[in-house]
């Protein structure tokens, strides 16, 4: 009975940790946000608006567009990943490096 209560469990948390994944998809609207996507693969830094500093980041990562982040001086885009060190990370880029592909 014990390996069914584990197994209970893990499923229980697991469901709770996606639908708090998947809730940082959305606007406080409830609209769902775009997909992007780099044009180049490989890394870059950017500059993340959650930790004030320009960071290292996996461009083949799932990315998702902020339309409601208006573009900084430089006329970058802000892209939210809910994926990345187990926390949110937004982050400023250029516009021309990235594709927005919508909904999926």
Do not use: Q
């Amino acid at each position: 009975m014990d390996d069914v209560k584990k197994k209970v469990d893990i499923l229980t948390k697991s469901m709770k940790l996606a639908a708090r994944l998947t809730s940082g998809l959305k606007t406080k609207d409830g609209d769902l946000l775009e997909i992007a996507k780099f044009k180049k693969s490989g890394e870059g830094f950017y500059y993340s608006l959650s930790d004030k500093r320009h960071i290292l980041v996996n461009k083949g990562d799932e990315w998702f567009y902020v339309p409601f982040i208006p573009k900084d001086n430089m006329g970058r885009v802000c892209l939210y990943s809910p994926y990345l060190f187990a926390m949110a990370v937004f982050i400023m880029v250029p516009e021309e490096e990235i594709d927005i592909i919508g909904f999926n």
